[in-house]
């Protein structure tokens, strides 16, 4: 099947620093990415639809200017949580699509385990 | 709008039991049906899928038959390993290109 990946797995900074999230799609190509947070013990909650070559929608609710999305090529999409604070600790997941219109599946990277001291 | 309903957990069974995970869905169109699972600390894996009604997805030895009728899609495996142990989520994909819409997911705890 499909490989989505995520880079880094794991990051731990300081408050007020930013950190950059890569997710990539390995084997195929996807012109939308979707990025998800997961709390602890809980359903994913999407926080936006990355688009290549046009501007990322943000669900509501989700700061766009804290959390910035660039979708650079077919390939990679990139979220950046911006002037990280504690409560924006948590577990960053990104998907993307693949298949035909009818069969599409969402393949899912292994996730990012942000903690901010 | 669209939403997905799956069964409250955690569920615990004994290795060998019988497993029934319960979801079902609200949709205006005619959606594709997923099972992902989620191991602790890891990003999602697709289990099974459907994309049409009755359509069956299998996979490792887990079932989910898309019934239009009763707007369900429920999870089963005849005989659970202890690897089992996990969270299960139903989701729906309403059309291409759009995120999918999970339900809040299901706990397996399988013990020897």
Not at chain 1, 42 to 69: H, P, R
Request: net charge negative.
């Amino acid at each position: 099947g499909a490989v989505v990946s995520q880079h880094p797995s794991w990051v731990i900074c300081k408050s007020g620093t930013s950190v950059k999230i890569e997710c990539r799609s390995l084997d195929f190509q996807a012109t939308t990415m979707f990025w998800y947070r997961q709390f602890p013990k809980q359903s994913l909650m999407l926080m936006a639809t990355s688009n290549e070559g046009s501007k990322a929608t943000y669900e509501q609710g989700v700061e766009k200017d804290k959390f910035l999305i660039n979708h650079a090529s077919l390939t990679l999409s990139t979220l950046t949580v911006t002037s990280a604070h504690p409560e924006d600790s948590s577990f960053y997941i990104c998907s993307a699509p693949q298949g035909p219109h009818n069969g599409e599946t969402q393949y899912f990277g292994p996730g990012t385990r942000l903690l901010v001291l | 709008g669209d939403s997905v309903t799956q069964m409250e957990g955690p569920v615990t069974l004994s290795e060998e039991a019988f497993l029934t995970i319960n979801c079902t869905y609200t949709a205006t169109g005619y959606p594709s049906l997923f099972w992902y699972v989620q191991y602790p600390g890891e990003g999602l894996q697709l289990l099974l899928k459907a994309t049409k009604a009755d359509d069956k997805g299998s996979n490792k030895g887990f079932e989910a038959t898309y019934r239009k009728e009763t707007t369900s899609f429920h999870l089963e495996k005849g005989s659970v390993q202890v690897s089992d142990s996990a969270v299960y989520f139903c989701a729906l994909g309403a059309q291409a290109g759009t995120a999918l819409i999970f339900g809040k997911g299901t706990t397996l705890s399988v013990s020897s």
